[in-house]
């Protein structure tokens, strides 16, 4: 009776997994990342060549849910970047996967970016960036299982060869993708803080990327982030960031803290810090008239490593979610590099903030 019961619930978890991965009567919502302010183009593209040096390049990797997924989360992504002048240009290619049915979302992106400076001494900048692409989404439903498909024959279990019901028109979609954004900047080696603040927008063509034919529209998803670098001294240095997403229903509260400190023997520096991520809304729903609390989402503790043209940085996630009691407390693993082909080399502790 147990095993019959574990096999039910199994399946009623596979099938509702399937709902929420395949887009075909619900908007989706995007793949976050712990170390967004690594991957720069998917932040914002308006922080494209935003950087002292020749070229950048970016890669990231993050695995999640291995607790009770039979899949785990991934995802990838490398990028390039490089300054043209005031201008800036770049490219990204990104993949996620997702659950048993190997759902999969495939972007390939190009942006650029204009860096306006607004002031005689360069230190006040407003840059503004925008970027289209190609997203391929597809779905492997031979692998998914439905609720339909549950036979109490042999003591209870799933059947893939009984019809599952479903009528898809096809299993993969390409759609074209085009964002924008804005960022204002303060550099100035001689301040102690450099603030800055960026606005984006992702989807604003409303691309159609149903696999059942329907009239199905990906959501704009809207990105804040502000921040900044704070001089403490020669040695320490701190980098308060803080950034908002929603997607129609689905919204992010990210808050954190990284800090460095200078190590004179090896010229590096050494990073740690906590980011919490709450989800749920923090203003009030104009179509309820409430205001909703947020919500434990994430503990991740973050480290790693400044050496030369390299950032090294390492993370994991603690799930505090309402997940927590079948997750354990374990969420997601992320690691990221960045590679910067510099002009010069980096002063000792510098205050510009380098985007």
Same mark, same amino acid.
């Given at each position: 009776?147990?095993m019959?019961?574990?096999?039910?619930?199994?399946?009623?978890?596979?099938?509702?997994c399937?709902?929420?991965?395949?887009?075909?009567?619900m908007?989706a919502?995007?793949?976050?990342?712990?170390?967004?302010?690594?991957?720069k183009?998917?932040?914002?593209?308006?922080?494209t060549?935003?950087?002292d040096?020749f070229?950048?390049?970016?890669?990231?990797y993050?695995?999640?849910?291995?607790?009770?997924?039979?899949k785990?989360?991934?995802t990838?992504?490398?990028?390039?970047?490089m300054?043209?002048?005031r201008?800036?240009?770049?490219?990204q290619?990104?993949?996620?996967?997702a659950?048993?049915g190997?759902f999969?979302?495939?972007s390939?992106?190009l942006?650029?970016?204009?860096?306006?400076?607004?002031?005689q /001494? &360069?230190?006040?900048h407003?840059?503004?960036?925008?970027? !289209? @692409?190609?997203?391929?989404?597809?779905? #492997?439903?031979?692998?998914?299982?439905?609720d339909?498909?549950?036979?109490?024959a042999n003591?209870?279990?799933?059947?893939?060869?009984?019809n599952?019901?479903?009528?898809? /028109? &096809?299993?993969?979609?390409?759609?074209?993708?085009?964002? !924008? @954004?804005?960022?204002?900047?303060f550099? #100035?080696?001689?301040?102690?803080?450099?603030?800055?603040?960026g606005?984006?927008a992702f989807?604003?063509?409303?691309?159609?990327?149903s696999?059942?034919?329907y009239?199905?529209?990906?959501?704009?998803r809207?990105?804040?982030?502000?921040g900044?670098?704070?001089?403490?001294?020669?040695?320490?240095?701190l980098?308060?960031?803080?950034?908002?997403?929603?997607?129609?229903?689905d919204?992010?509260?990210?808050?954190?803290?990284l800090?460095s400190?200078?190590?004179?023997?090896?010229?590096a520096?050494?990073l740690?810090?906590?980011?919490v991520r709450?989800?749920?809304?923090?203003?009030?729903?104009?179509?309820?008239?409430?205001?909703?609390?947020?919500?434990?989402?994430?503990?991740a503790?973050?480290m790693g490593?400044?050496?030369?043209?390299?950032?090294?940085?390492v993370?994991y996630?603690?799930?505090?979610?309402?997940?927590?009691?079948?997750?354990s407390?374990?969420?997601?693993?992320e690691l990221?590099?960045?590679y910067?082909?510099?002009?010069?080399?980096?002063?000792?502790?510098?205050?510009?903030?380098?985007?």
């Open positions: 009776m147990f019959k019961r574990s096999k039910k619930i199994r399946g009623a978890t596979l099938s509702l399937a709902m929420l991965a395949i887009p075909f009567a908007p919502q995007d793949f976050h990342l712990t170390h967004y302010d690594a991957a183009i998917y932040l914002n593209p308006s922080m060549g935003m950087f040096g070229y950048r390049i970016h890669a990231n993050r695995t999640q849910w291995n607790a009770i997924a039979s785990p989360f991934t990838g992504a490398v990028a390039f970047d300054p043209v002048k201008f800036g240009v770049g490219a290619i990104m993949n996620n996967r659950g048993a190997n999969n979302v495939m390939l992106m942006s650029g970016a204009y860096d306006l400076r607004i002031d /001494a &360069n230190h006040h407003v840059a503004f960036g925008i970027g !289209a @692409g190609v997203i391929q989404k597809s779905v #492997d439903f031979a692998k998914l299982t439905w339909v498909q549950y036979t109490q003591g209870g279990g799933f059947d893939n060869n009984i599952n019901g479903e009528q898809y /028109a &096809n299993d993969a979609a390409w759609i074209p993708d085009a964002h !924008a @954004g804005a960022l204002y900047y550099a #100035d080696e001689k301040s102690r803080i450099n603030p800055f603040l606005i984006s989807h604003v063509n409303r691309p159609n990327e696999f059942y034919g009239d199905n529209r990906l959501p704009v809207w990105v804040m982030h502000l900044g670098r704070v001089g403490i001294s020669e040695l320490i240095q980098q308060p960031r803080f950034l908002r997403m929603w997607q129609t229903n919204r992010e509260t990210v808050i954190g803290l800090g400190y200078y190590l004179k023997e090896s010229d520096y050494l740690l810090g906590p980011t709450l989800s749920g809304p923090m203003f009030s729903d104009a179509k309820q008239a409430t205001l909703g609390p947020l919500e434990d989402d994430a503990l503790i973050e490593l400044k050496w030369r043209n390299f950032t090294y940085r993370s996630d603690f799930n505090m979610s309402t997940l927590q009691p079948v997750s407390g374990r969420g997601g693993f990221s590099v960045i910067v082909a510099r002009r010069t080399q980096p002063v000792v502790a510098p205050n510009c903030p380098r985007l």
